[in-house]
């Protein structure tokens, strides 16, 4: 009997060590359900200085692309696998690689042997330690090419799918096509609401978030340091997506050599190299989390002013915090 007596009291007190777990778990909810949840910022890059740039300045995750100046195509996988080693060192480990995975500049409807190089490419990407991939078909009737897509989900997994702004000139309605994304099990739809920018397709944005229960919606597209928090009250999205609004030009004038030209569009500027600045995506993260930027500190320049300092790499810096494009 007593024997029983105890068994009994044992299992009361193992009843209230789990009712008082189960109240711990529940105030443990009830406390995130009332914290405001973070925006996380994505940032575009080009090349491996850029990366580490929007890692140091607090981007969650980046999107490495090659040839920004005709809309971006895929990286080499050299640089890749750099960028992979560069995040992949740093001690938080926070900022994930993804990769855009486009295998020419112009339209979206690919051949089939374009679209065997965009498979080829994101098993190598896989296999060279990237996060995820950013990538979309359509179909010559400006649909999402389901077929294309599916394909390259599959060969993706791992890693996280993007769908990029091949949406916003698709010719389905919105809310159809996200059902099509949701379906092929994409992860991420990069969106400025189908309009030039994702200021003015904030209504867009906010109806497709509404209706997503799978794919998260990031709005892209004239993000800028302006603009950030008024996108995020208006659209409501915890993602969004900033590119040439936090880069800087570099400067070494011992780069300048004879003044010979590499090509028209370089011309007179060899001397000067475009990165993201860690400064302006450190302001940017805090614009989306505050509405404002905080008080600066640790001899930060203010906003709307220039510094000049040397950067790791032994270089001149002009930053100008003003505004982004």
Same mark, same amino acid.
């Given at each position: ?75 080499? +996988? ?7 080693? +560069? ?20 339209? =979206?409807? /690919? %051949? ?50 993007? =769908? ?23 992860? /991420? ?7 030039? %920018? ?6 867009? +944005? ?24 008024? +996108? ?17 030009? /570099? ?54 002013? %220039? ?5 790791? =790499? ?6 100008? =915090?003003?505004?982004?494009?």
């Amino acid at each position: 009997a007593r024997a029983r007596a105890r068994a009994r009291a044992r299992e009361r007190a193992r009843a209230r060590a789990r009712a008082r777990a189960r109240e711990r778990a529940r105030a443990r909810a009830r406390a995130r359900a009332m914290e405001p949840q973070r925006v996380h910022v994505e940032i575009c890059c080009e090349g491996v200085r850029s990366v580490a740039a929007a890692a140091a300045g607090g981007a969650e995750r980046v999107e490495l692309c090659a040839d920004l100046g005709n809309g971006g195509v895929t990286p080499s +996988i050299g640089i890749v696998r750099t960028a992979a080693a +560069i995040l992949g060192a740093r001690r938080d480990r926070r900022t994930r690689l993804h990769v855009l995975v486009r295998p020419r500049p112009g339209h =979206f409807v /690919y %051949s089939d042997d374009e679209w065997a190089a965009v498979l080829a490419d994101v098993a190598a990407l896989r296999d060279a330690g990237a996060d995820g991939v950013v990538l979309g078909a359509l179909t010559p009737g400006g649909r999402v090419d389901e077929a294309k897509t599916g394909q390259a989900v599959c060969a993706a997994r791992p890693m996280k799918v993007t =769908f990029h702004r091949a949406f916003d000139v698709a010719t389905s309605e919105p809310l159809e096509t996200l059902a099509v994304l949701s379906r092929l099990q994409v992860d /991420y739809l990069l969106t400025s609401g189908r309009k030039p %920018s994702a200021l003015q397709g904030s209504a867009c +944005i906010r109806q497709l978030l509404q209706a997503s229960s799978t794919v998260e919606i990031i709005a892209g597209c004239g993000v800028n340091l302006d603009n950030v928090a008024e +996108i995020v009250q208006a659209t409501g999205v915890r993602q969004v997506h900033a590119g040439s609004a936090v880069v800087c030009a /570099y400067s070494d004038e011992a780069a300048m050599g004879s003044g010979v030209s590499m090509g028209p569009a370089s011309a007179g500027r060899e001397a000067m190299v475009s990165a993201t600045c860690p400064e302006k995506v450190r302001e940017l993260c805090r614009r989306c989390n505050n509405g404002e930027a905080l008080e600066q500190s640790g001899g930060e320049a203010p906003l709307g002013h %220039s510094r000049r300092s040397r950067s790791a =790499f032994g270089i001149e810096i002009t930053s100008d =915090f003003g505004q982004g494009c």
